[in-house]
Nanobody
C-alpha cells in the first residue's frame, strides 16, 4: 500500500525557515491536487497550501507571502520562511486523486 512520508520538520527560531518534503512510497496515478495541512495543539486541522496537478497554487491568508508549495511528480514540498510561533503545529501532506492519501505528519516548532 502506498504511503506518504513527510520530512523536514524541526525546531526553528522565529524568523527562520524550514522546507518540508512529502514523498509517496510508490506510484500514485490520477492525482488531482496536493495539499499541506497543519494542526496546532487544541485546534482543528487547517488547510495551509494547495497545488493542483496543473500547477495552480492557493494559500491560507495566514501564510501568504511566507510559504510556497511546489511539487515534482509524486513529491510535494512546502518552503516556509519568516516563521512565527503561531506556525507551530504538526504538518500533514495530502494527495487527492482516485482516493485520498495522508501522511503521518511532521512536527514544526517555532520558538519566540
Amino acid at each position: 500500500q502506498v504511503q506518504l512520508v513527510e520530512s523536514g520538520g524541526g525546531l526553528v527560531q522565529a524568523g527562520g525557515s524550514l522546507r518540508l518534503s512529502c514523498a509517496a512510497s510508490g506510484s500514485i496515478f490520477g492525482i488531482n491536487a496536493m495539499y499541506w495541512h497543519r494542526q496546532a495543539p487544541g485546534k482543528q486541522r487547517e488547510l495551509v497550501a494547495t497545488i493542483t496537478w496543473g500547477g495552480l497554487t492557493n494559500y491560507a491568508d495566514s501564510v501568504k507571502g511566507r510559504f510556497a508549495i511546489s511539487r515534482n511528480i509524486n513529491r510535494v514540498y512546502l518552503q516556509m520562511s519568516s516563521l512565527k510561533p503561531e506556525d507551530t503545529a504538526v504538518y500533514f501532506c495530502h494527495f487527492q486523486g482516485t482516493r485520498d492519501y495522508w501522511g503521518q505528519g511532521t512536527q514544526v516548532t517555532v520558538s519566540s
